[in-house]
Every structure is written in C-alpha cells, then in structure tokens.
C-alpha cells in the first residue's frame, strides 16, 4: 500500500488561495489517474479534479476556472491551485492515486482542511 501525504491546506479569505500538495511515499508504476475530493461537513464526499496518464483534466462545475490541477510525474506528485476561493469550498480535501497495469490499486491521502473565511 502507498502512502500519500497531503499538505498546503489553511485558513484563507474569500478571493484568496492556496495549493495543495499530494505526494507518494513510495514508488509508484504506472499511475492510472490523480485526482482530488473533498468533503464538506453533513455532505458525502465530491470529485473536484482529476488527472490522467495523458495529461487530460477534468472539473466539477463548481471550480471550473478557478481551480487548476497537475502533476509532476518524477516526483509522483499531484497538485490543486486554487484561486478565488469562496466560503462554499471549505471542507476537507483528499488527493487519490489510481495506479497499476494488470491490477488497478488505490490509496487516499489522510486529508488536509481548506477553511475560507468570508
């Protein structure tokens, strides 16, 4: 199992930002997809960005040109650039690595807490 160890959460003002950082504690072949979630209080967990083999992304509507994830494949690192953040993002974000060839394995990281202060 790979452990994936999340930081860069924090308090911020609406209209700030903040990067977040999502790193493997091992090696890692074959990386299928990246991606973050996150979960608000009383709420069930939402995709917010992913990542693919090939570099292609995706967003939830809600941060679509606000949010920008990528990755750095030689340090199996993702990350998620928030910009203009609003009070309705706080909640607390997960990175998740999809990865393997034959067999498909996944780790969550332990969560990091986004707070926007409005």
């Known amino acids: 199992q790979v452990e994936l160890v999340e930081s860069g959460g924090g308090l911020v003002q609406a209209g700030g930002s903040l990067r977040l950082s999502c790193a493997a504690s091992?090696?890692?072949?074959?990386?299928?997809?990246m991606a973050w979630y996150r979960q608000a209080p009383g709420k069930e967990r939402e995709l917010v960005a992913n990542?693919?083999?090939?570099?292609?992304?995706n967003y939830a509507d809600s941060v679509k040109g606000r949010f920008t994830i990528s990755r750095d494949n030689a340090k199996i690192t993702v990350y998620l650039q928030m910009n203009s953040l609003k009070p309705e993002d706080t909640a607390v974000y997960y990175c998740?690595?999809?990865?393997?060839?034959?067999?498909?394995?996944?780790?969550w990281g332990q969560g990091t807490q986004v707070t926007v202060s409005s």
């Open positions: 998740y690595y999809n990865y393997g060839s034959a067999r498909h394995f996944s780790s």
């Open positions: 091992g090696s890692i072949f074959s990386i299928n997809a």
């Open positions: 990542i693919n083999s090939g570099g292609s992304t």
